[in-house]
Antibody, heavy 120, light 107 residues
């Protein structure tokens, strides 16, 4: 059974930093791309960042490029999202999502989500 | 980025009804489209990928179709468990954009 467990969320002041982690199990981690998708309170889904199975190729939405860094440790089956210079508009539930393929396509398994709140 | 426009935003229907949700892409996406179901407080669930391929374990009352840049999700006979919000997502190119969602409510 595929399991994805996010951690590292919480309350942070504008301009602050957080590091999200997603521990994966139940599948061959390095064979699948991974992404972070967020959902602001009461809003729709928004893809944030993703990377290929090897981690060699990373992708970001424009609003987070230069502030967020996605990475993975395939030996520890863990996905990360380093978030710096956080803004109130980054407030959302962040989901870790497993891709069906080694490149970014569609997401067949999701974590339960973790809340990030950016507020003073 | 490719824009994905879903309609309607809200849909009221009854158990047993046949319902259709539409998603329109701002340019060709070669059927690289997925549909997800999300219930309140839960993670999304993949229903369909490549516009019309049913994900393993998804009931056959769900189906997807495509016509150029217009995509539809059809539920042939609504069940109580189907009342949720549905999203389309393109994965043709960078941005991997979602539609704004369609909330399916009980009439």
């Amino acid at each position: 059974e595929v399991q994805l467990l996010e951690s590292g969320g919480g309350l942070v002041q504008p301009g602050g930093s957080l590091r999200l982690s997603c521990a994966a199990s139940g599948f061959i981690f390095s064979s699948h791309a991974m992404s972070w998708v967020r959902q602001a309170p009461g809003k729709g889904l928004e893809w944030v960042s993703g990377l290929t199975g090897s981690g060699d190729n990373t992708y970001y939405r424009d609003s987070v490029r230069g502030r967020f860094t996605i990475s993975r440790d395939n030996s520890k089956k863990t996905l990360f999202l380093e978030m710096n210079s956080l803004r109130p508009e980054d407030t959302a539930v962040y989901f870790c999502a497993k891709d069906r393929n080694i490149i970014i396509t569609s997401f067949d398994n999701w974590g339960q989500g973790i809340l990030v709140t950016v507020s003073s | 980025d490719i824009q994905m426009t879903q309609s309607p935003s809200t849909l009221s229907a009854s158990v047993g009804d046949r319902v259709t949700i539409t998603c329109r892409a701002s340019q060709s996406i070669n059927n690289w489209l997925a549909w997800y179901q999300q219930k309140p407080g839960k993670a999304p669930k993949l229903l369909i990928y490549k516009a019309s391929i049913l994900e393993n374990g998804v009931p056959s009352r769900f189906s997807g179709s495509a016509s150029e840049t217009e995509f539809t999700l059809t539920i042939s006979s609504l069940q109580p468990d189907d009342f949720a919000t549905y999203y389309c997502q393109q994965y043709h190119s960078y941005g991997y954009t979602f539609g704004q969602g369609t909330k399916l409510e009980i009439k």
